[in-house]
């Protein structure tokens, strides 16, 4: 029994005006049809693909909208079909010996790049594809064609977007190293990337990855070409601007750290001097833009509502919020495979940092549980909150609680319950109610003796001085020692004194403050008499 053609899988125009369920049963359909061929044996498989044209026809078309990254209506049955539709292709480029030609075609092969760009299977596939299919001389013409493009590109009455050839070559770069290599070989490539990168402004961002992927594709542990990598970077380092493609590769990318780490030999000798100068660039760039994180971004403050979500981030109280939206669209712009809700997960993994989200990407480094989630999920609507639908505060009278009685030492005394009579009420001292100043004065009961005030005054002597405490040793301080005693010769210093005026009215010369008068006889002589040396004897 003969398998049914396979029907085109539609565009997302004609899929919007098919039924749900009708939808589903396609879906389902495709998924038996795509078993049926797998079950087959390998020559039947080889015989059956080669006559039925509508096989390769069903995957470039499934492929080419998957890559599109289309709204998808029902997730779980097509990504049952996008995983069978892999098994299919796989099969036919691993096993057929005349493969479709529209299978070999490089728009293909970047969109199953672009579906299946994570998977390890795709890039052995596309390694051994790319040796058993010699697919070096069926892309020339592409090469060709992908210059022409980007240069026209570049020129101001250009109407060609390269938003979305640069999106393919960037995704058949990450699986397929031997296509950057292919790239990179002569010069044309690299110097048309580098005229882009500063002619084209949105798109820049896109060619740094691709020159970073072509780079990494040259020293590629299975086949490095770390001669033709050196070539390609003194050439782009001998014209090196601030703002020259090599520039925000080295800053921007971890190029540099994985090229100290894999090249080796006379290569490494060589470009040691050149690596240490790029060095100084590294870690130095601003793409993709750093944003400072707010202060602010703690829940449950007890200042707003709160929501409840997967993403974190806040994003889905009322809509993404403006500045997240803007960095998903930086992180699709260069990864378009990726889904919102999945970049959202991985923002808030790195702390909204895009630099580290594209890195961890280039280099495939992702923790395991970002690794296992659905790459293309897209965030959800935005569910309204039936608590917090009512924005405007309740404005209804309401009864406000009584406070507590004041509670107090006196509380339920006899006073607090009036069972006092007026007459224990009374106004100043209870004991003379009618004392007044004057009669307070006037009372000599509590008066000190007369007598003991004129002895007190009699022991006083106005004419005795105050004590003088000033060098006490309290006073200062302590700095003053007593425990030295003072050894002062108050009759040494009078004998020199006396021998020191004799000498000057015998001879004031002696006193000379010159070389000669210290080095003669009569100082000499008065130095010996009284110990002194020559400073103390000039004065």
Known sequence: MDLPPFARFPPAAVRKSIPLKEWQLCLESWVLLIQAHLSLSSEAFNTKVTKDTSIADFLTSCVDSHAQGSNVENPQAEARLRKYTFFLTHRCLSELKNKP??????????????????????????????????????????????????????????????????????????????????????????????????KLDSPSKKVVVIAYRC???????????????????????????????????????????????????PDAVRGQKLIDELSLLEGTGTFPSRRKRPTGRKSNKGKGRESDHEYGNGSLDQGLHVHMMSLVSQIQDLFPDLGSGFVV???????????????????????????????????????????????????????????????????????????????????????SPLETADTILQDRSSRPDKAAILSALAAFDSDDDERDDTYDVD?????????????????????????????????PEVFGRDAATRRGQARGALKRETGMT???IEG
Request: net charge negative.
């Open 101 to 198: 030609p529209k299978l070999l075609e490089w728009g293909f092969l970047a969109d199953l790049s672009i579906v299946y760009g994570k998977s390890l299977h795709i890039r052995t596939l596309l390694r051994d594809l790319w040796v058993k299919e010699d697919l070096t001389t069926k892309f020339q013409k592409h090469k060709i064609s992908l210059i022409r493009h980007l240069e026209s590109a570049t020129t101001q009455s250009s109407q060609s977007d390269p938003e979305i050839t640069l999106a393919r070559t960037a995704a058949l770069l990450n699986t397929c190293p031997p296509y950057g290599q292919f790239l990179m070989l002569g010069s044309d490539f690299i110097d048309t990337l580098s005229t882009a990168y500063n």
């Open 215 to 265: 780079f990494l594709s040259l020293i590629d542990p299975s086949d490095p070409k770390f001669s033709m990598l050196l070539d390609h970077l003194y050439s782009l380092h001998s014209s090196r601007k601030d703002d020259s493609l090599l520039s925000a590769i080295c800053s921007t990318t971890p190029f540099l750290q994985k090229l100290r780490e894999r090249i080796s030999g």
């Open 345 to 431: 997960k991985l923002l808030d993994e790195y702390g909204d940092d895009t630099e580290q989200v594209t890195a961890h990407l280039l280099d495939d480094s992702l923790p395991s549980h970002l690794k296992s989630s659905d790459r293309s999920e897209i965030l959800p609507e935005p569910k309204p909150n039936s608590n917090n639908t009512d924005l405007v505060p309740n404005l209804s009278p309401h009864t406000i609680p009584s406070q507590p009685p004041r509670r107090n030492v006196h509380d339920n005394d006899a006073f607090d319950r009036l069972a006092i009579s007026p007459s224990q009420l009374h106004r100043g001292r209870h004991s």
């Open 475 to 507: 006073d200062v301080g302590g700095t003053v020692d007593t425990t030295i005693a003072f050894t002062g010769n108050d009759d040494e210093d009078n004998d020199n004194e006396e021998a020191l005026f004799r000498a000057w009215k015998r001879s």
């Open 534 to 536: 020559d400073e103390a």
